[in-house]
T-cell receptor, first 113, second 116 residues
Framework: GENVEQHPSTLSVQEGDSAVIKCTYS??????FPWYKQELGKRPQLIID?????GEKKDQRIAVTLNKTAKHFSLHITETQPEDSAVYFC????????????FGKGTKLSVIP | GAGVSQTPSNKVTEKGKYVELRCDPI?????LYWYRQSLGQGPEFLIY????????DSGLPNDRFFAVRPEGSVSTLKIQRTERGDSAVYLC??????????????FGPGTRLLVL
């Protein structure tokens, strides 16, 4: 099955700085990679995703990059704000035609005002 | 339309009891998933339904766990003889269910289960 590794487990940044979270995956047949943001006691919310036919996708202050050869993808948040503080999870599917999402262990991001 | 909803939001039970957790997916979504999230961890896959049938139940930890979706919409996760180790947040998600898999999944708020 799929194995997803996520780093770092915690990340503290000053407000206005950038934050980068990195994930690696093991199944070369995976072709869809979502990122979820989860605030304390809330549901995981999709913030951005990328498919393997592109190398980068951007949505305002959030971007995701994908390197299929190296099997890693990263989340980039620019101009961080206190409301960005949350736990972020990367995920990947377990192979072609799969419906089983495998999640990383999460990164707790703290944005210091 | 409305997002994925789950009831109850919190459930406290005693060891050995039976519990049922309900999930109402986004209207029109034929695929439905259950995940379990322990404290400080990412969600872990339990089971996936396509319509009324359980297409993949490989994540269910043992035979105390069972899920149904009799009409292809609402699903119920059933846990028999609960154990303290079953305490976790149980998340439900849904997606369109198109062929080929690897779809965007939308999550519900979860049910926080505490087994005393």
């Amino acid at each position: 099955g799929e194995n997803v590794e996520q780093h770092p487990s915690t990340l503290s940044v000053q407000e206005g700085d950038s934050a980068v979270i990195k994930c690696t995956y093991s199944d070369s047949a995976s072709n869809y990679f979502p990122w979820y943001k989860q605030e304390l006691g809330k549901r995981p919310q999709l913030i951005i995703d990328i498919r393997s036919n592109v190398g980068e996708k951007k949505d305002q202050r959030i971007a995701v990059t994908l390197n299929k050869t190296a099997k890693h993808f990263s989340l980039h948040i620019t101009e961080t704000q206190p409301e960005d503080s949350a736990v972020y999870f990367c995920a990947a599917y377990s192979g072609a035609g799969s419906y089983q999402l495998t999640f990383g262990k999460g990164t707790k991001l703290s944005v210091i005002p | 339309g409305a997002g994925v909803s789950q009831t109850p939001s919190n459930k406290v039970t005693e060891k050995g009891k039976y519990v049922e957790l309900r999930c109402d997916p986004i209207s029109g979504h034929t695929a439905l998933y259950w995940y379990r999230q322990s404290l400080g961890q990412g969600p872990e896959f339990l089971i996936y339904f396509q319509g009324t049938g359980a297409a993949d139940d490989s994540g269910l930890p043992n035979d105390r766990f069972f899920a149904v979706r009799p009409e292809g919409s609402v699903s119920t996760l059933k846990i028999q003889r609960t154990e303290r180790g079953d305490s976790a947040v149980y998340l439900c998600a849904s997606s369109f269910g198109s062929s080929g898999g690897q779809e965007t999944q939308y999550f519900g708020p979860g049910t926080r289960l505490l087994v005393l």
